[in-house]
């Protein structure tokens, strides 16, 4: 996916909010795509700059101000193909 000026413009408001630093602008993009396309999740095993309770919260209290809706991320553990396996 290309980054358009939307996605940029949000992965930078999430280094201007401190959600995360600069190094980690790859990984502030992946969210910012996720968000722009309205995606339902984002799974990852990114723990630092990504899958951490106070980053999803930064990330979506970003997210709302800006008119986006809230995105959900959560690790491969946490996706269930097969519901019968209870």
């Avoid at 939307?6 to 280094?15: M, N």
């Amino acid at each position: 996916m290309p980054l358009t000026t939307e996605i940029l413009a949000l992965r930078d408001a999430y280094v201007r909010a401190g959600v995360v630093g600069p190094q980690w602008l790859n990984d502030a993009a992946h969210v910012a795509a996720a968000t722009v396309v309205r995606a339902d999740a984002i799974v990852s095993w990114n723990f630092k700059p990504i899958v951490r309770l106070e980053k999803i919260r930064g990330y979506n209290q970003v997210n709302e101000s800006l008119g986006y809706g809230s995105l959900a991320i959560i690790t491969p553990r946490e996706v269930r193909l097969d519901e019968s396996d209870n």
